[in-house]
């Protein structure tokens, strides 16, 4: 992992405002109108741990921090991720 | 007919936010296996772990709950306010920019500069707060209290304890913004001012899981 430049800051940044609208429209009522209730969920869920996993990555400068603490973040977002996703899913 | 260039901070006069020093370089960036960099100290996150375990065990606990009553809890957050807290996430994502970009002035000793992306980010966590003021007024006015459904419970806990942390933030940030008005060097501060912007991205992270699970799961 490199250390977070300003460019990546502001790419990162414009990234989780997009993904942001993307997970807003998804919980919206039109889309779910459509079906795909569980699909949207996922999505949603998986969504927002990608975004927190950039949170740490880059804002918290995770990218450069030992491995050790990379790993523990990284531990932390994939099982509340995989639980919530199962409970909402199965 | 003369070429002008737009003066660096370090150019202009202080009271015009200049810098009265050399900006200094930041830091070589440690990148070497054996020389990374824990952001804050250890034992800070330590603090920051345990915290963000404490709120991933209310939302896990929040959609085991949900399992139960899909139906009821699909209809209590179809009356949250929606755009309110969608509004706050990207307020806080804004928030959680400008505390990187203020880390960045500060370690490269542009401390006007980084006192006003501190401020700015200030200003975030009370629009932050008092869009949740308005959004707890209408759900308290619509009769939508702790004790009046399961949904609620979890609701008012979770951004309860969450609007605790913005307000514990916004008082480290205050602490910040003096911290660069007196012009304290980075080597004096480093730990304190990474352990103040790591807390602030917490902040913002766990909202982004809130608002993930609260507002838009649920209404799924």
């Known amino acids: 992992m490199s250390a977070t430049t300003p460019d990546r800051v502001s790419r990162v940044f414009v990234g989780l405002v997009l993904a942001t609208c993307v997970t807003w429209w998804l919980g919206s009522d039109s889309t779910l109108a459509s079906g795909g209730f569980e699909l949207a969920a996922t999505l949603s869920i998986l969504i927002a741990f990608v975004k927190i996993f950039y949170i740490g990555a880059d804002f918290m400068e995770l990218r450069a921090a030992p491995v050790i603490l990379r790993t523990v973040f990284l531990t932390w977002v994939g099982v509340f991720a995989a639980v919530a996703i199962a409970m909402v899913v199965v | 007919m003369t070429n002008r260039r737009p003066r660096t901070e370090s150019e202009l006069p202080e009271f015009l936010g200049g810098t009265t020093e050399e900006p200094a370089r930041p830091p070589a960036r440690p990148m070497t296996k054996s020389q990374r960099h824990i952001p804050g100290e250890a034992g800070l996150w330590l603090f920051l772990l345990g915290d963000m375990t404490i709120f991933a065990a209310i939302m896990l ?18 009356q949250l306010i929606q755009p309110i807290g969608g509004v706050n996430t990207l307020v806080l994502l804004l928030s959680s920019y400008l505390v990187v970009r203020a880390l960045q002035a500060h370690r490269a000793a542009r401390y006007v500069t980084a006192r006003r992306l501190v401020v700015g980010a200030m200003g975030c966590a009370v629009v932050f707060a008092g869009l949740k003021a308005i959004e707890y007024t209408a759900e308290i006015s619509a009769g939508h209290t702790p004790a009046s459904r399961q949904f609620f419970t979890f609701y008012f806990i979770l951004t309860g304890l969450h609007l605790l942390h913005v307000v514990v933030g916004t008082a480290l940030l205050a602490a910040w913004q003096l911290m660069c008005g007196r012009r304290r060097a980075w080597s ?33």
Request: hydrophobic share 60%; proline share 0%.
């Open chain 2, 188 to 220: 004096a501060t480093q730990r304190v001012v990474e352990g103040i912007a790591c807390y602030w991205h917490m902040v913002d992270l766990l909202w982004v899981a809130i608002f993930a699970v609260v507002y838009l799961v649920s209404a799924e």
């Open chain 2, 61 to 78: 606990a929040f959609l085991w709950k949900r399992r139960a009553d899909v139906g009821g809890f699909k209809d209590a957050a179809h």
